[in-house]
């Protein structure tokens, strides 16, 4: 099923007499800006390493069809965005209010989203087939363009982040060791059929078995690319091996 953002959405009719539910139409969604969301705003909140599961709606129906102080039924209305549902129920009979999310929220992005294309992204899985999977399961989740934003806003940033501070770890410890690099290179390009011009070049610290740089570039370049970036940061070269 495709949603839209809640803002957008019209109440549908009553479901089964006591619930309204809100459905989405991703035609109809607008671009999406998301809010600025700090390194230590989900980890504060373990939501990462919290287990979580697959509730059938049915059965959250169970949960919420009757008000928690008197009893009585309780009118509802679920609103849902991607991954996210929220409920708020008014019982008639005590005026007591009712609300509860699935998931947090960090300003206008939703943590369960932000962990399942996180989690798509690092096993290295496809999106689309991941997608499919949940529609033949009915599960809710994000569509591909949601993806791909949650992609280029958080995690890419974050994956490039945590690289070049891995980078620059490696090269404090090779300085301080004082000793000159002995450092292979070679070249990644296109499959059998496709343009070999363009690739990944990658120049790897032989003594430590680490990668030190990597350039997309032609083969060529990326080698010069990759040893103009050593000497700059003030490595020591004593021998090269390039395949």
């Not at 943590?111 to 949940?134: D, E």
Request: proline residues 3%; neutral net charge; hydrophobic residues 35%.
């Amino acid at each position: 099923m495709k949603l839209r953002p809640l803002s957008s959405i019209l109440i549908s009719k009553k479901f089964n007499d006591s619930f309204s539910f809100i459905e989405d139409d991703e035609s109809k969604d607008p671009t999406w800006t998301p809010e600025f969301v700090g390194p230590n705003d989900v980890n504060n909140n373990n939501a990462t390493k919290e287990r979580k599961f697959i509730v059938f709606e049915s059965c959250i129906e169970k949960l919420i069809q009757n008000c928690r102080n008197c009893g009585q039924d309780l009118a509802c209305l679920k609103s849902v965005k991607d991954s996210f549902l929220s409920v708020s129920g008014h019982c008639v009979n005590c005026n007591d209010v009712f609300e509860w999310e699935s998931q947090p929220q960090f300003g206008t992005l939703l943590v369960g989203n932000l962990i399942i294309a996180a989690a798509i992204l690092f096993a290295g899985c496809n999106v689309r087939k991941i997608l499919r999977l949940f529609q033949h399961a009915s599960i809710q989740t994000f569509s591909e363009r949601t993806f791909n934003n949650l992609q280029t806003l958080y995690l890419i940033p974050t994956i490039t982040s945590v690289y070049r501070f891995k980078q620059n770890q490696l090269f404090r410890e090779i300085k301080e060791s004082g000793h000159p690099l002995r450092v292979g290179g070679d070249a990644w390009c296109c499959y059998p059929g496709y343009t070999a011009k363009y690739g990944s070049y990658s120049v790897m610290d032989l003594t430590r078995l680490k990668i030190l740089d990597i350039q997309l570039v032609q083969e060529l370049e990326g080698l010069k690319r990759c040893l103009a970036f050593l000497m700059e940061e003030g490595l020591k070269l004593s021998n090269c091996h390039i395949w």
